[in-house]
């Protein structure tokens, strides 16, 4: 159908698999008549929208104005964030950023939750497949989103596309993915040229301790208790909503994800990136200014009064200010002090009833006293003011930097670091202020918080102003020479070196500027990467 921006041609809604339940995606059985590609497939079940057609593998194509079949665009497949258990590829729309490139974008669903990352043992395979050796349980949506990376190969010349110049790309869980898949060597050769990951560095780290054993013995096993069941035959049984209802009780909310250790997924981020057992190609990552500020209020339990929090300023001020049971008791409430409420956001990162461990800053035994003392007199409250009450010091706005910067920000420095031994890599960090934002209820500004990025690139019907209009189009054109020139610079754009410089992006004139304060900026070397070091 002609895009609604009237800048090309959207393909909504091509189902490139089959979905059977914790297995490897299939080919779908060819349909005998056309089908015209004018409306969005099924979203993938997840908790909140708990559709039951579990069938949702579908994609979307985004052609540019006048593309012609035999034009060999170059191609970018955008994988969506969520935790690994909400979202699809039908939220972003690419109308815009394929016509200013004069490329064509894919946008997918892959599936989610408890359906797409179980890890059980009871369903192992039991031999062995293109993705899976014989053993291996979990990483199905990752099996979707490297299947759709195939159906792209062998069917996206038939759009106009050349499925020699693919870029995989992904925000949040999606660059997640895109960094699990670098991982791929036995999977996924040959499938991309170029990768480009957004805010996706959460687990370079964490995942050393998610292999597929240690989770098919722990939640894998308690999920299968949970559904009552004994067998695999019984566990495809159930229905989607008792599926779903289960994941709630023994996942949480951050707790699903790729397990290492098996043929998708050989090595941790880290493990493959650093001994170069890994899919070389060069390599776009970046991230936000204030990553944290969008998991905050997730990371600390909500008070119990929306108004009071707001007053104060966000949940941590209110814990600070307030008599509470987050650090008293119920007979005893009490004020927090600023170094218990880092002792147990660290020990606890959510308020889920398990702690993922995709979001562990770092292993319990190294929360000791004087760290978090420390931690304290690095991001004291007083540095970072609240514009909604009168520049006080927040010391919510402080604790979202702190997390942003030792599970995103230093985390993707490690990750470009090993993987600039390797290929070339270039680095970037959005930093506008005033993003658009949803409603803000948690009573701080949120700035460049996680997701702020996909503002600038998709058609999401941002509120921009002047500056803001032109620095999406600059965003679009740097991700756009890099799709098809395997680099951001060209277009007469301001310089975009590579790393360990990062590109600045701000709206205003000279604002798109190459950095080199990175790293001091988020105190990877002088604080979180000794802290790694000592416990790694």
Partial sequence: MASPLGRGTEFRGIQYANAPRWQPPQTPVAANDAKIANKFGA?????GAPN?????????VYVPPDAKVDAK?????FSHGGGFVVGSGQSYGATNLAADNNMIVVTINYRLGALGWLSNSKLAAPVANDFEAVGDAGNYGLMDQQFALRWVRDNIAGFGGDPAKVTFSGESAGGMSVTATLTSTSTAQNLFRAAIVQSGSFFYYTTQNVSAASRQATVGAAFEADLGCDSAACMRSKTVAQVLASQGRVFGRYNLGPVHNTKIVPLTPKAAFESGQFIKVPVMQGVTANEGRFFLARLLPPPPAPALVLAAGGPANYYLQQPNTYC???????????SQIITKMLSRPTPDAIASPYVNILKASAITSELTNLLATSYPAANFKNGFLNDAPSADMALAQLWGDATVACSARAAGSALGRYVKVYAFELDDPASPQPSNTVGFPLGSQHTADLNYLFDLGAPFNTDQQQLALSMRKY???FVVN?????NSMPRFDAFPAAQILSPGAGQLRSASDFDQR???SSLWDPIRAATP
């Fill in 43 to 47: 979203v993938c079940p997840a908790v």
């Fill in 52 to 60: 039951e057609a579990e069938d949702c593998l579908f994609l979307n």
């Fill in 73 to 77: 665009l170059p191609v970018l497949v």
């Fill in 328 to 338: 008293g008791t119920t007979a005893a409430p009490s004020t927090c002090t600023y």
């Fill in 479 to 481: 991700w756009g020479n």
């Fill in 486 to 490: 395997l680099d951001p610079n060209g």
């Fill in 522 to 524: 988020h105190f990877c």
